[in-house]
């Protein structure tokens, strides 16, 4: 074995060490966020529930879209967004939020947005449960491309992961991140064909401009999977994973160049 191939795998052998860590980290803070409650883990449902259904009502019945299978075409890009748009909002006060674990017990410090991640990822599994059991009644035809689904939605938490790590370093220093972000969740919601497809802006330099963005990438690759039952293309396929590799390389970088004079901050 190569001292390259060593030196990949010797962080990833560290991370697994702790696996019983985040274990435990991910079943804690599921039990302790519905403890109590009479609908337990169906409340992780409401949300999306309510807004996919608020955004149904808008544009099915109000403002009325002549696009085909187009509830199944929101639904899908609200059904993502919504994870992403969460996992984004949370991230900021990952780190300070658990500054006091931090401070008495060492362990990697990448296993709290990872932990994050994976417990949000767990209860959005429920809502991407629904849009399976409705994929048919709304529209949808399955294919055999939708067993790439799952390569695509690691690209896709990827993606989002590495765009945790830097908003959670960088919120230990600049605190009015959070409100920034939360604002640039709303704007960016709307720059994104979520409610619209691309071929309703007439402008061809705003079309270009949103092909080029990341949020534009992972939503046009679910409705090409789900809405158009069409494989994406090779050049989304490629994009994409360039802008979750950058963001990975960015966010790691970050995080643990920041990292060893972290824990004094918080």
Partial sequence: MTAAVQSLLKPLQRWWNYRDLVRNLVAKEIKIRYQGTALGFAWSLMNPLMITLMYLVV????????????????????????????????????LVGNGDLLKKIYFPRL??????????????????????????????????????YPFY????????????????????????????????????FWATPIVYPLSRIHHPLIVSLMKLSPFAEFSLIFQSLFWADTLPSWKLTLGFALWTALSLVVGLTLFYRRGARLIERL
Avoid: C
């Fill in 153 to 188: 939605l690691l690209l896709f938490l990827g993606f989002t992961f590495g765009i945790m790590l830097t908003l959670s370093v960088l919120y230990v220093d600049f605190r009015d991140l959070k409100h920034l972000v939360e604002v640039f969740i709303q704007l960016l």
């Fill in 59 to 94: 544009f099915t019945y109000v403002f009325r879209s002549n696009l085909p299978g187009y509830p199944l075409f929101m639904v899908v890009g609200i059904i993502h967004w919504n994870l992403f748009s969460l996992l984004v909002m949370q991230s900021s006060e990952l």
């Fill in 111 to 148: 296993l709290v947005p990872l932990s994050n991640l994976l417990v949000n990822a767990t209860l959005w599994l429920m809502a991407l449960g629904i849009l399976l059991v409705l994929y048919v009644p709304l529209g949808g035809t399955w294919h055999l491309g939708l067993l790439l």
